[in-house]
């Protein structure tokens, strides 16, 4: 199969490529285009075997279940059974946004979906292009991201290209993500509301905004992952490169001296090595034969985020063995890029 690009604008896109693309849509097949989190690989949620495809094209478990995306709040009735006022208020707040929220399932809504869950995880994305498709399709979206499963989002259309050319029918290309992390999962189904995943909108927004959020991040074992699990983002190992990651947690100042010290040690049995640090730590590698993928300054998370995902590829693709990662801050959008290394580590160095 051919994979057709459609290059458009990210802020303007042209209506007559929306237009090609909601058409193949509506005749089921799929199409990935631009969120401000990842790109998304994209069915009709309301064609069955669009829908089981996109399992198939992943490599997918059906256990994982996928977020629906809609134009506009004003569709929630069409996936969503009971909408609850704090979703009406959230959904204010926050959408179009990086926030997808896990509420009762509309009897409408097949069970692949949501791997048999009584509850749908819906967002309103706060991209043109997407929102622009979701509009010209008239339809609901699922759109998990457009990856290999398993393997690191992706936030350009080159990436998407990289895991599925020649496995979907299109790619909407708009350039690079905005955001890069996938978007903030929240379960209002539960009181007090339960953060499953974070991601673009912070724990602490959400916190101003509606007071109490459970959040127990849970890592799981390799056998656990068999059982079905509540959430896919919460498998333990995700979003990872082929690379090994080396993830370094502790004290600032710990940290680096601990990972120039296994790069060092790398070094000498010949293994190639890449660090994906801050500016703050380039000074304590700048002597030592590795490469390096620059996240930008700990002041800015939100840059660290963006560039998390294009980071771990870009060392894959330089053929580095072992990525020396240090945790980050779990403040803002550093729980995301915590909860997302935590989960892509083959190793965890306290
Ligand atoms: P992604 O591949 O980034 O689209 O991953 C989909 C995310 O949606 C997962 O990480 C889950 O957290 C979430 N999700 C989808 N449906 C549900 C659901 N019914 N209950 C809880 N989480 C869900
Ligand atoms: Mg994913």
New binding site residues.
Partial sequence: MQTKVWRVDPHSPDPSQIAEAAQAILAGQLVAFPTET?Y?LGANAFNRDAVRRIFIAKGRPAQ????VHLASAALLPQVVRQIPPLAERLAALFWPGPL?L?LPKHPAIFDEI??A?P???VRVPAHAVALELLRASGVPIV???ANRFGHV?PTTAQHVLEDLEGVIEGVLDGGATTVGV?ST?L?LTCSPPRL??PGGVSLEALQAQIGEVLYTPRFTSAAEELAPQ?????LAKHYAPRAELWLFTGEREGVSGKMRQAAVELGKTGRRVGVLISEEQQGSFGDLAVEVYLLGSEKRLDDMAKRLYVGLRALDRQGVEVILAPEVVAEGLGLAIRDRLRRAATRVVE
């Fill in positions: 990842v998304g994982d279940p996928l977020i997808t896990v949501t791997a869950l509850t749908v995880a759109a998990p991201s989002s996938e999962v379960d499953l995943r509540p959430s896919p983002g919460l």
